[in-house]
Nanobody, 122 residues
């Protein structure tokens, strides 16, 4: 069981990034989330989508700027973040939990990807 995150890179402030998380193994019954960790800071919740894709939650820091999506329970999970600023610079991780419902606490996620770096420059 592995999660592979991709799509990060260097982006200018005001720009957008679309991150992808591809899962090997069966995650059709898993809620999927994105977390991020900036240098010197703790890992923080960004967004989560339920197994069905019908329910989502966002951190206040990205609400209105981010969209998490999955076309089907077996499809990749995407995170689009617009209007990027320096506070969005971080290593972004995708994660999955063994339950279909959303959660925002990292301790409730059972599987983690390796992370993809997003660097926002002004």
């Amino acid at each position: 069981v592995q999660l592979q995150a991709s799509g990060g890179g260097s982006v200018q402030a005001g720009g957008s990034v679309r991150l992808s998380c591809v899962a090997s193994g069966s995650f059709s019954r898993s809620a999927m989330g994105w977390f991020r960790q900036a240098p010197g800071k703790e890992r923080e919740f960004v967004a989560v989508v339920s197994a069905s894709g019908g329910s989502t939650k966002y951190a206040d820091s990205v609400k209105g700027r981010a969209t998490i999506s999955r076309d089907s329970p077996k499809s990749p999970v995407y995170l689009q973040v617009n209007s990027l600023n320096s506070d969005d610079t971080a290593l972004y991780f995708c994660a999955a939990r063994d339950y279909p419902h959303t959660a925002v606490d990292a301790s409730l996620f059972d599987y983690w990807g390796q992370g993809t770096q997003v660097t926002v420059s002004s």
